[in-house]
């Protein structure tokens, strides 16, 4: 398996290959901005096209990540994510080992990425408002 890339951005990192529409999906929705009111949105991130990472999980996660690369958040797009019809996608909170991962649909992705990045709000925030399906669909 080959190791995450260094960023800036919070890395969106592909790890099921079985659905190539449903990836490009996802990455469309991810990157499409989002207008609030007067204001417009979008979700700093880099996607990891790579299949070294099929099958990572939120336990492995750590295995692929360089001491001067640790990013806060990491978003998982696997097998849920690319069969669900909302394709929710993982989120990983790399600092809170208490709070377990939770999902975001690909049009929350900027909330989530900036609000955290920022510090704006804590993981908790997000974990705790998510559907009795685990899924967050916002507040």
């Not at 609000?115 to 408002?129: H, K, P, Q, R, V």
Request: glycine share 6%; aromatic share 10%; hydrophobic share 40%.
């Amino acid at each position: 398996m080959n190791r995450l890339p260094n960023s800036d951005d919070s890395p969106v990192v592909r790890t099921d290959f079985s659905d190539q529409a449903a990836w490009v999906a996802v990455c469309e929705a991810v990157r499409t901005p989002v207008r609030e009111g007067p204001d417009e949105f979008v979700a700093y991130v880099d996607f990891i096209d790579d299949p070294s990472f099929e099958g990572l999980t939120p336990e492995s996660l750590r295995s692929v990540i360089d001491e001067g690369c640790d990013p806060r958040i990491v978003f998982l797009v696997d097998r849920v994510t690319l069969a669900h019809p909302d394709h929710p996608i993982l989120v990983v909170d790399l600092d809170k080992k208490e709070s377990g991962p939770f999902r975001v649909i690909p049009s929350l992705v900027w909330s989530v990425e900036s609000n955290l990045s920022i510090g704006n709000m804590d993981y908790e925030e997000f974990a705790g408002a998510v559907g009795p399906d685990g899924v967050f669909r916002g507040f």
